[in-house]
């Protein structure tokens, strides 16, 4: 069955260094998301990304991150400058289509980001 | 924004007893996913609901949707250890809007 994919699993960075977080969406979805996890919370909407742009963001999705879908595969997540709240499990997800139908979304294993 | 609240917070049953969460919104929904997370795991895809009043069944899960849209609840009868985890409601505009969602543990 075909899955989402997301590296690394786990990065530990300190504060105010960049990192870049990869997601490999199924071969044939056509929207791409990125949710973060606060550990114990729940899961909330960062960024929704359809024909090579950004469809929807939340406020958390300020001027310090980024997404690029740099080829045919790869949807990644930057963060410029990581600060000390950006600690979180960070999840992928990609979908086939749009509402009605249920495009449920699915989501990669997630990349725990631990920030020092 | 909208915010979409699940009670309770956390559940905890003997294995066998039946297991209800309840979703409530403050605006009227067009339709609402059900995700279940594992303990360190992932969200996955459960169910959509998109009528008034339906109710769909897989198995022992039992989800509605309220007449108004604005409420859903997802029912488990007999529960199982397999069933541990958080389940979550999502109503979808593109994005997914979780609930809080309900923390489930079953005691064999």
């Known amino acids: 069955e075909p899955e989402v994919t997301q590296t690394p699993s786990h990065q530990v960075t300190q504060m105010g260094q960049e990192v870049i977080l990869r997601c490999v969406p199924i071969s044939n979805h056509l929207y791409f998301y990125w949710y973060r996890q606060i550990l114990g919370q729940k899961v909330e909407f960062l960024v929704s990304?359809?024909?090579?742009?950004?469809?929807?963001k939340s406020e958390i999705f300020d001027d310090q991150f980024s997404v690029e879908r740099p080829d045919g595969s790869n949807f990644t997540l930057k963060i410029r400058s990581t600060k000390l709240e950006d600690s979180a499990m960070y999840f992928c997800?990609?979908?086939?289509?749009?509402?009605?139908?249920?495009?449920?979304?699915?989501f990669g294993p997630g990349t725990r980001l631990t920030v020092t | 924004g909208q915010q979409v609240m699940q009670i309770p917070q956390y559940q905890h049953v003997q294995e066998g007893e039946d297991f209800t969460t309840y979703c409530n919104s403050s605006?009227?929904?067009?339709?609402i996913q059900w995700y279940k997370q594992r303990p360190g795991g992932h969200p996955v895809f459960l169910i959509q609901?998109?009528?008034?009043?339906e109710v769909k069944k897989q198995k022992r899960l039992t989800f509605q949707f309220g007449e108004a849209k604005k409420n859903s609840s997802l029912h488990i009868t007999a529960t199982q250890t397999t069933d541990v985890g958080t389940y979550f409601c999502?109503?979808?505009?593109?994005?997914?809007?979780f609930g809080t969602g309900t923390r489930l543990q079953v005691f064999p």
């Open positions: 990304f359809y024909n090579n742009e950004i469809s929807e």
């Open positions: 605006t009227t929904l067009s339709n």
């Open positions: 999502a109503p979808r505009h593109d994005k997914l809007i």
């Open positions: 609901l998109v009528k008034s009043g």
């Open positions: 997800a990609s979908s086939e289509g749009l509402r009605d139908w249920p495009y449920e979304q699915y």
